[in-house]
């Protein structure tokens, strides 16, 4: 069964980049066709899909965050990474890794496997 697990560390300072680890175990993360996401819940608010990273390799963004967020992968210890930079306290949330099938895009919100979350605060 494939597990996610989110880590990193939880509270950022405000200007400095927040960085994530979600570390896969029970599938590669190179399988087709599969995409790789993170997805944020800003406290009192609804999910966000930030973006997410293909099986390919090929990575997409929200237009809303695209400018700030960057998403990697290390095959070899079969993890994908997020870095946010710039933060300010409006980036506070709870932070989810997940996968979404092939057969949906991932931002349609369609993710069969998810991390249990990673708390970031951005606070001074």
């Known amino acids: 069964q494939v597990q996610l697990q989110e880590s990193g560390p939880g509270l950022v300072k405000p200007s400095q980049t927040l960085s994530l680890t979600c570390t896969v175990s029970?599938?590669?993360?190179?399988?087709?066709?599969?995409?790789w996401s993170w997805i944020r819940q800003p406290p009192g608010k609804g999910l966000e899909w930030m973006g997410a990273?293909?099986?390919?390799?090929?990575?997409y963004y929200s237009p809303s965050l695209k400018s700030r967020t960057s998403i990697s992968r290390d095959t070899s210890k079969n993890q994908f990474t997020l870095q946010l930079s710039s933060v300010t306290p409006e980036d506070t949330a709870i932070y989810y890794c997940?996968?979404?099938?092939?057969?949906?895009?991932?931002?349609?919100?369609?993710?069969?496997?998810w991390g249990q979350g990673t708390q970031v605060t951005v606070s001074a």
């Open positions: 029970g599938g590669s993360i190179t399988t087709n066709y599969y995409y």
């Open positions: 990273i293909a099986y390919s390799g090929s990575t």
């Open positions: 997940a996968r979404t099938p092939g057969r949906w895009y991932p931002d349609q919100y369609e993710y069969d496997y």
